[in-house]
């Protein structure tokens, strides 16, 4: 089993910054992919950021240049910077992963248990 444990997020003003954290830990042989998606209420949950293990990146057009997803793959661990946050990214953000638990295993998708970000003033 694997467990995600996020952290980062809170209520910040309308142009502010917020870094979201997710750690990755248990049974974990290689981690291929890791990302952010974010859900708001009455609507669907969408990829905001995503990194696979040999560094490449993709994100969501309404975050393009104000977010940055990064990883520490030494840790497990991968980081959302959020820049000049609009009230439009008030959601529950989720940590994502697909992970080998095994040699022998396929890849495994887990999800963390959500953390809310609120972009008010």
């Known amino acids: 089993q694997v467990h995600l444990v996020e952290s980062g997020g809170g209520l910040v003003q309308p142009g502010g910054s917020l870094r979201l954290s997710c750690a990755a830990s248990?049974?974990?042989?290689?981690?291929?992919?890791m990302g952010w998606y974010r859900q708001a209420p009455g609507t669907e949950r969408e990829l905001v950021a995503a990194?696979?293990?040999?560094?490449?990146?993709n994100y969501a057009d309404s975050v393009k240049g104000r977010f940055t997803i990064s990883r520490d793959n030494a840790n497990n661990t991968v980081y959302l910077q959020m820049n000049n946050l609009k009230p439009e990214d008030t959601a529950v953000y989720y940590c994502?992963?697909?992970?080998?638990?095994?040699?022998?295993?396929?890849?495994?998708?887990?999800w963390g248990q959500g953390t809310q970000v609120t972009v008010s003033s």
């Open positions: 248990g049974s974990i042989f290689e981690i291929y992919r």
């Open positions: 990194i696979i293990s040999g560094g490449s990146t």
């Open positions: 994502y992963t697909n992970v080998r638990p095994h040699w022998y295993s396929a890849y495994n998708s887990f």
